[in-house]
């Protein structure tokens, strides 16, 4: 039978024909990602703003008058929300997603690139429906970033009319917009991958995204069940999260609620949601890691099934974000034992990425030093992990700065410095040009440093029982007076690290206003994105005919081979040996 | 590789390899893998509203309705209860059947029959969707109301428009799904290319909205 793959269908391809189908209304995967990846950038802008007006009040209490306490929880709620689920997600799935998946396997788009585009245009429509929040009476909610009910929508709390309302429809639009994304994505690996790439030949980049995507397709609906149920309560008065109560002195107008419900439901999400982010940057990590160590990825297949493990796993887990709320105590013993599993596939992946840097011809490059310090930040994070899955030492760290050292150490700062890898180690293939290898470096140590003085006293701050989400500490007895210096300390290193990521930006737009013509293959990588006939590659990638795939996409240093690399699509007669009459030898993948 | 071959590898590892192996082992079209895949997502948004319906009907402090009660209906003189329900799952199960047959006659390019067999189901199903519409009166004009009703604890009312108001707009946007697909077929749109995958997927839908009907219906009616 002849061999047509799906996305090799010349009629199927939309050429772009004006400016605006070229570059607005595209159904190209590469400008889809490229919106997709600034519309999520700027909108983490604005979450790392609040983040610094939250660390001026925290660390200068009294002094910045503006900020008041309502506005404080509204910082808190809107920085984690936007940085979780608009920054991170729409940027690893939308953004790294819709660029690589394609061009790692293969393929000439996403399967349904109409879909594809749709998926974003909702993504932006949700992102403006929550910045709409901003300026409405009452201000964006002020709930936290859970949204618990039943304050989220009782009178009282900041943003409790319009903009709960709003922060619960932006929720559901971006559920719909990843849905229609997602869907793409996991068809695309499936169906379009070119002759030749199997599954076990996929670079650990599609691997990742692959399996979050499967995750988030499965844990997003408890997120929209949570935002429909929520705004029913707030909106037609029914009482599915709303318990009676009084509030304000007087008795509220609902009975017979469950708030434990949602926080069910709403971790039912949030769990998986911590690997939707994870497991991309795992596996962005894995591809920079090996291709800048010259080495091939340590313990390949151990890598994908660890991936697979932490994605089934992390759907088992998610009542460890409740042991504080009150349940029976044998469900703390079940979760406790899930979560702890969870750190054997983790622990896995990160010998293996130590061991592909061992006797690795390492090339100290801005992205291997980014991939470098992920993991570092990774390994405090994950470690501070195994304390706060243990009930009984939860309870007491629950509510401290612990939780808030840990949670940013493992999912703010390791992911981050998977994107700026990532950024910059595909950056020469996106845009055609070489960013600037100094500005990198100085936005690498001052980024690393400045995380590591922020997070690190926050855990010390944790055990001396500082309590997290207080707008002011006020004056206790168990917090000393070294508490509000250290304090103090940690918002300086935060606007320092906040302010130095201009130098970032800098980069990017001098590189590409007047950067140097990048080589097609900078890195001297082998998988199928580096292979494109054109730098950046046009629609279709491809030009005539697809590639056909040989090999895994690590074959690094083969013993005998002339040049350190073998790319997935060289034929294995035409790999140059350094000995003119010896043949190359495949290796098992 | 064909399907067989699969089934009967008794070693696992290659029963991996095969499943793990490029396309040309994996022989099925990209839209029907999309819509398994959509209806999988789908199918954990319906177990989320029925895990909060189970959990609020056992956390509310009220009696929870007697459903035969609630939704018998006065017919010649005799109180039938759940004749309504039973009548609406009859015709939604017919239009099931009736699907599969324009699948089947989709297998042999017969256009005029797959466009009949598609147009009688989504008229079964719009029927379906009058007749909620007409349950949902009933139950309105008897004082239901999202926030209460007469009958017992509020979250009956709750649950009950929010769950099947989804389904509902489920067989809705089938309804126009199916529309539109066969007036295509009519058109002889994928004739073009003699590929009718369309009909098949349409399908996967609509049996779909059928089989979550039939849990709505064991767990809203019956119990």
Not at chain 1, 129 to 150: C, D, E, N, Q, R
Not at chain 1, 228 to 247: E, H, R, W
Not at chain 1, 377 to 387: N, Q
Not at chain 1, 556 to 567: A, C, W
């Given at each position: 039978?002849?061999?047509?793959?799906?996305?090799?269908?010349?009629?199927?391809?939309?050429?772009?024909?004006?400016?605006?189908?070229?570059?607005?209304?595209?159904?190209?995967?590469?400008?889809?990602?490229?919106?997709?990846?600034?519309?999520?950038?700027?909108?983490?802008?604005?979450?790392?703003?609040?983040?610094?007006?939250?660390?001026?009040?925290?660390?200068?209490?009294?002094?910045?008058?503006?900020?008041?306490?309502?506005?404080?929880?509204?910082?808190?709620?809107?920085?984690?929300?936007?940085?979780?689920?608009?920054?991170?997600?729409?940027?690893?799935?939308?953004?790294?997603?819709?660029?690589?998946?394609?061009?790692?396997?293969?393929?000439?788009?996403?399967?349904?690139?109409?879909?594809?585009?749709?998926?974003?245009?909702?993504?932006?429509?949700?992102?403006?429906?929550?910045?709409?929040?901003?300026?409405?009476?009452?201000?964006?909610?002020?709930?936290?970033?859970?949204?618990?009910?039943?304050?989220?929508?009782?009178?009282?709390?900041?943003?409790?009319?319009?903009?709960?309302?709003?922060?619960?429809?932006?929720?559901?639009?971006?559920?719909?917009?990843?849905?229609?994304?997602?869907?793409?994505?996991?068809?695309?690996?499936?169906?379009?991958?070119?002759?030749?790439?199997?599954?076990?030949?996929?670079?650990?980049?599609?691997?990742?995204?692959?399996?979050?995507?499967?995750?988030?397709?499965?844990?997003?609906?408890?997120?929209?069940?949570?935002?429909?149920?929520?705004?029913?309560?707030?909106?037609?008065?029914?009482?599915?999260?709303?318990?009676?109560?009084?509030?304000?002195?007087?008795?509220?107008?609902?009975?017979?609620?469950?708030?434990?419900?949602?926080?069910?439901?709403?971790?039912?999400?949030?769990?998986?949601?911590?690997?939707?982010?994870?497991?991309?940057?795992?596996?962005?990590?894995?591809?920079?890691?090996?291709?800048?160590?010259?080495?091939?990825?340590?313990?390949?297949?151990?890598?994908?099934?660890?991936?697979?493990?932490?994605?089934?796993?992390?759907?088992?887990?998610?009542?460890?974000?409740?042991?504080v709320s009150g349940m029976n105590p044998y469900f703390g013993f079940f979760f406790a034992f899930t979560t702890?599993?969870?750190?054997?596939?983790?622990?896995?992946?990160?010998?293996?990425?130590?061991?592909?840097?061992?006797?690795?011809?390492?090339?100290?490059?801005?992205?291997?030093?980014?991939?470098?310090?992920?993991?570092?930040?990774?390994?405090?994070?994950?470690?501070?992990?195994?304390?706060?899955?243990?009930?009984?030492?939860?309870?007491?760290?629950?509510?401290?700065?612990?939780?808030?050292?840990?949670?940013?150490?493992?999912?703010?700062v390791s992911p981050v410095m998977v994107v700026f890898a990532a950024i910059y180690h595909w950056f020469p293939?996106?845009?055609?040009?070489?960013?600037?290898?100094?500005?990198?470096?100085?936005?690498?140590?001052?980024?690393?440093?400045?995380?590591?003085?922020?997070?690190?006293?926050?855990?010390?701050?944790?055990?001396?029982?500082?309590?997290?989400?207080?707008?002011?500490?006020?004056?206790?007895?168990?917090?000393?007076?070294?508490?509000?210096?250290?304090?103090?300390?940690?918002?300086?290193?935060?606007?320092?690290?906040?302010?130095?990521?201009?130098?970032?930006?800098?980069?990017?737009?001098?590189?590409?206003?007047?950067?140097?013509?990048?080589?097609?293959?900078?890195?001297?990588?082998?998988?199928?994105?580096?292979?494109?006939?054109?730098?950046?590659?046009?629609?279709?990638?491809?030009?005539?005919?697809?590639?056909?795939?040989?090999?895994?996409?690590?074959?690094?240093?083969?013993?005998?081979?002339?040049?350190?690399?073998?790319?997935?699509?060289?034929?294995?007669?035409?790999?140059?040996?350094?000995?003119?009459?010896?043949?190359?030898?495949?290796?098992?993948? | 590789?064909?399907?067989?071959?699969?089934?009967?590898?008794?070693?696992?590892?290659?029963?991996?390899?095969?499943?793990?192996?490029?396309?040309?082992?994996?022989?099925?079209?990209?839209?029907?893998?999309?819509?398994?895949?959509?209806?999988?997502?789908?199918?954990?948004?319906?177990?989320?509203?029925?895990?909060?319906?189970?959990?609020?009907?056992?956390?509310?402090?009220?009696?929870?309705?007697?459903?035969?009660?609630?939704?018998?209906?006065?017919?010649?003189?005799?109180?039938?209860?759940?004749?309504?329900?039973?009548?609406?799952?009859?015709?939604?199960?017919?239009?099931?059947?009736?699907?599969?047959?324009?699948?089947?006659?989709?297998?042999?390019?017969?256009?005029?029959?797959?466009?009949?067999?598609?147009?009688?189901?989504?008229?079964?199903?719009?029927?379906?969707?009058?007749?909620?519409?007409?349950?949902?009166?009933?139950?309105?004009?008897?004082?239901?109301?999202?926030?209460?009703?007469?009958?017992?604890?509020?979250?009956?009312?709750?649950?009950?428009?929010?769950?099947?108001?989804?389904?509902?707009?489920?067989?809705?946007?089938?309804?126009?799904?199916?529309?539109?697909?066969?007036?295509?077929?009519?058109?002889?749109?994928?004739?073009?290319?003699?590929?009718?995958?369309?009909?098949?997927?349409?399908?996967?839908?609509?049996?779909?909205?059928?089989?979550?009907?039939?849990?709505?219906?064991?767990?809203?009616?019956?119990?």
């Open positions: 039978m002849s061999y047509v793959p799906i996305a090799d269908q010349p009629d199927e391809m939309h050429d772009p024909q004006t400016f605006i189908t070229k570059y607005i209304w595209s159904q190209d995967h590469k400008v889809i990602a490229i919106q997709y990846a600034g519309t999520a950038i700027a909108v983490g802008v604005v979450a790392l703003v609040l983040s610094g007006l939250m660390r001026l009040q925290l660390g200068f209490p009294d002094t910045f008058t503006f900020i008041e306490p309502a506005e404080y929880y509204q910082y808190v709620t809107m920085h984690g929300m936007i940085m979780v689920v608009y920054l991170l997600t729409a940027l690893f799935l939308g953004g790294f997603g819709n660029y690589l998946i394609p061009l790692q396997i293969g393929a000439r788009d996403m399967v349904f690139p109409f879909l594809n585009m749709l998926s974003y245009w909702f993504y932006l429509l949700s992102v403006l429906i929550l910045m709409a929040s901003f300026f409405v009476p009452g201000g964006p909610t002020g709930a936290g970033w859970t949204l618990y009910p039943p304050q989220a929508i009782t009178e009282g709390t900041p943003g409790a009319g319009a903009g709960i309302m709003l922060m619960l429809a932006s929720l559901a639009v971006f559920v719909v917009a990843f849905t229609m994304g997602g869907l793409n994505y996991v068809t695309t690996v499936l169906q379009a991958r070119t002759r030749g790439m199997t599954l076990m030949r996929m670079p650990l980049s599609v691997w990742g995204i692959f399996v979050a995507t499967i995750l988030g397709l499965f844990a997003f609906p408890a997120l929209f069940v949570s935002a429909v149920m929520m705004s029913f309560d707030k909106l037609l008065g029914t009482s599915f999260f709303m318990p009676a109560m009084i509030s304000l002195g007087e008795v509220v107008d609902y009975r017979g609620g469950s708030p434990i419900l949602f926080q069910h439901l709403f971790w039912f999400f949030g769990h998986p949601e911590v690997y939707i982010v994870a497991l991309p940057a795992f596996g962005l990590v894995s591809d920079v890691l090996s291709t800048h160590a010259r080495r091939n990825i340590f313990g390949y297949r151990m890598m994908v099934w660890a991936i697979v493990a932490i994605g089934g796993l992390s759907f088992i887990v998610w009542a460890h974000h409740m042991y702890l599993i969870i750190a054997i596939p983790t622990a896995i992946k990160v010998y293996n990425w130590v061991l592909t840097l061992w006797q690795g011809n390492i090339r100290l490059t801005v992205p291997m030093l980014f991939a470098m310090g992920f993991i570092f930040t990774f390994i405090h994070g994950g470690l501070t992990g195994l304390f706060l899955g243990n009930v009984t030492i939860d309870l007491p760290l629950s509510d401290t700065y612990f939780v808030v050292a840990h949670f940013h150490m493992v999912m703010g293939k996106i845009s055609g040009k070489m960013f600037d290898e100094r500005l990198g470096k100085i936005h690498f140590w001052g980024t690393f440093l400045g995380t590591y003085a922020i997070y690190l006293p926050m855990h010390y701050l944790g055990f001396l029982g500082v309590p997290r989400r207080y707008f002011a500490l006020g004056t206790t007895d168990f917090i000393p007076q070294s508490a509000f210096e250290l304090n103090a300390a940690i918002s300086v290193a935060a606007i320092f690290v906040g302010v130095l990521q201009i130098v970032f930006f800098i980069n990017i737009f001098k590189s590409l206003w007047s950067g140097k013509k990048a080589d097609p293959n900078p890195w001297d990588a082998t998988s199928l994105e580096w292979l494109t006939p054109d730098t950046p590659p046009r629609h279709g990638n491809w030009g005539h005919e697809l590639p056909t795939v040989y090999r895994w996409a690590y074959e690094y240093g083969s013993p005998g081979v002339k040049e350190d690399f073998v790319p997935q699509n060289l034929p294995p007669n035409e790999v140059q040996m350094e000995n003119p009459g010896e043949k190359y030898k495949e290796s098992e993948h | 590789m064909s399907s067989l071959d699969i089934a009967e590898s008794k070693n696992s590892q290659e029963f991996v390899e095969d499943w793990s192996a490029d396309k040309q082992t994996y022989h099925v079209p990209w839209g029907k893998a999309m819509m398994w895949l959509f209806l999988v997502s789908d199918t954990f948004i319906f177990t989320c509203f029925l895990v909060g319906y189970l959990n609020v009907r056992r956390t509310t402090t009220d009696p929870w309705p007697y459903p035969s009660e609630v939704f018998a209906l006065e017919l010649f003189g005799h109180n039938l209860p759940l004749i309504l329900i039973a009548i609406m799952t009859f015709v939604l199960i017919t239009s099931s059947g009736t699907m599969a047959m324009a699948v089947r006659y989709a297998h042999f390019r017969d256009k005029k029959k797959v466009f009949w067999f598609m147009a009688i189901t989504a008229f079964f199903g719009a029927t379906f969707v009058g007749m909620q519409v007409f349950e949902w009166s009933k139950l309105i004009s008897e004082g239901v109301r999202p926030w209460g009703n007469p009958f017992g604890a509020p979250q009956f009312g709750s649950i009950f428009f929010m769950v099947t108001g989804f389904h509902g707009l489920h067989v809705s946007i089938g309804v126009i799904y199916l529309l539109i697909v066969a007036s295509k077929v009519r058109r002889g749109h994928y004739d073009k290319k003699d590929n009718y995958e369309i009909v098949e997927i349409t399908g996967l839908y609509w049996h779909f909205v059928d089989l979550v009907w039939v849990f709505i219906f064991a767990f809203f009616y019956l119990w």
